[in-house]
């Protein structure tokens, strides 16, 4: 089936920095990607969907200039997570669309940690 | 916001058991989808229902969707302890917006 990686798997960071991943598609394109949060012993709740060559849109109650996402290519999508704060340590997963529209082929996730 | 809803949210089972788990749903569907998530690990998918589908298999999974009661259940038959995972319900609708259900937290003890 079709892969997505995510990059890094885990990061520490300090509060006040800002964190990168990156999300790929890895033998396919993919036009839509999303980007998701997981608190612990919970579901995946979907933070912004985000299309290539256009700004992403962001779901509600999600600071689009806390989490910036590009999506510069039909292989890859960032998220930034700007100033981050304890609270944003989470487990943030990937997601990317295949072109018959049906299926999302997940990455590993992105466990984040702000201390 | 949340579309799917589990139950149960935690099953424990011996192995060898069949576990079942059900989602239900508020909105018309395009489809649905079951997925399973190892503890700390990314979601691995299994199985697509389309909305004009009522069952289907693949391998020891069986998945059941009945549209007039907005629900869906997913059935794993001889169960394992590596089956221990969480798995979640995602319901896409004809908007294109595919939601995810709280999750199901199976645990197969052997």
């Known amino acids: 089936g079709a892969v997505v990686s995510q990059h890094p798997s885990r990061v520490i960071c300090k509060s006040g920095t800002s964190v990168k991943i990156e999300c790929r598609s890895l033998?396919?394109?993919?036009?839509?990607m999303f980007w998701y949060r997981q608190f612990p012993k919970q579901s995946l709740m979907l933070m912004a969907t985000?299309?290539?060559?256009?700004?992403?849109?962001?779901e509600q109650g999600v600071e689009k200039d806390k989490f910036l996402i590009n999506h510069a290519s039909l292989t890859l999508s960032t998220l930034t997570v700007t100033s981050a704060h304890p609270e944003d340590s989470s487990f943030y997963i990937c997601s990317a669309r295949d072109t018959n529209q049906e299926t999302q082929y997940f990455g590993p996730g992105t466990r984040l940690l702000v201390l | 916001s949340q579309q799917g809803e589990e139950d149960p949210q935690a099953l424990s089972i011996q192995e060898g058991e069949n576990a079942t788990m059900n989602c239900s749903y508020k909105t018309s569907i395009n489809n649905l989808q079951w997925y399973r998530q190892n503890s700390g690990r990314g979601l691995v998918h299994l199985i697509l229902i389309r909305s004009n589908e009522r069952e289907k298999h693949s391998g020891r999974l069986r998945v059941t969707l009945d549209t007039s009661k907005k629900s869906s259940s997913l059935l794993i038959t001889a169960s394992r302890a590596a089956d221990t995972a969480s798995y979640f319900c995602a319901t896409r609708d004809y908007g294109q917006n595919f939601v995810f259900g709280p999750g199901t937290r199976l645990s197969v003890l052997p």
């Open positions: 033998d396919f394109q993919a036009t839509t």
């Open positions: 985000s299309n290539e060559g256009s700004k992403a849109t962001y």
